[in-house]
């Protein structure tokens, strides 16, 4: 049973262009949440969608944009990305909006320069 | 609004040492709490929850216990390995329909030396 699948594994982008980040829930969940986690942190909430709607939002900037598919695949996209953009994006799937615990995916390393 | 605040690392045991791991809380409600593990490149992964008060959440010989009346759910661990080292994270999520974010502490960086 596959678990969550993120692609890139990695990306390098330049100040102020624009990346799309991608996710696959694992088999059976419909919710899938966004989280930037910056080295030495912990995850920080972006959004999560449901039923192909933006569900919540965390604290972060309207740059910061998403989309659910039929599938329940999710992307994230970030528009004129900024050095502070660089961190470890991490996609969470879930059955249920209840907070019964995620299974995440092992991350997208973006780093912008 | 909530948050978690956990035990500040480095923590550095022998193996076969106990472990213990703080974390408490601060949210409204009941919410469900988590204990995440996070190994070096890779994600986080559930390692064990509870959903409400006095319930004990417990997997490959970790523990720990919801404490409403301290707000706390500490790590805990009889035995630890070499393999136990990663970084820990503690969790929360609040319990109603539209609660999907989960509130994170800043990790503990567990490091077991043979």
């Known amino acids: 049973d596959a678990g969550v699948t993120q692609s890139p594994t990695h990306l390098i982008k330049t100040r102020g262009q624009q990346v799309t980040l991608r996710c696959s829930p694992k088999s059976g969940h419909d919710t899938v949440s966004w989280y930037q986690q910056a080295l030495g942190q912990g995850p920080q909430f972006i959004f999560q969608?449901?039923?192909?709607?933006?569900?919540q939002r965390g604290n972060f900037p309207d740059r910061f944009s998403g989309h659910q598919f039929p599938n329940y695949s999710s992307e994230l996209n970030v528009n004129a990305l900024l050095l502070g953009d660089s961190a470890l994006y991490l996609c969470a799937s879930s059955f249920e909006t209840f907070g019964y615990g995620y299974t995440f995916g092992s991350g997208t390393r973006l780093t912008v320069v | 609004g909530n948050s978690v605040t956990q035990m500040e690392g480095p923590v550095t045991l022998s193996e076969e040492a106990f472990l213990t791991i703080n974390c408490t809380y601060t949210?409204?409600?009941?919410?469900?709490l988590f204990w995440y593990v996070q190994y070096p490149g890779e994600g986080l992964q559930l390692l064990l929850k509870a959903t409400k008060a006095d319930d004990k959440g417990s997997n490959k010989g970790f523990e720990a216990t919801y404490r409403k009346e301290t707000t706390s759910f500490h790590l805990e661990k009889g035995s630890v390995q070499v393999s136990d080292s990663a970084v820990y994270f503690c969790a929360l999520s609040p319990y109603n329909t539209n609660a999907g974010k989960s509130t994170f502490g800043d990790g503990t960086t567990l490091t077991v030396k043979p």
């Open positions: 969608y449901y039923e192909e709607e933006e569900r």
């Open positions: 949210a409204t409600g009941y919410p469900s």
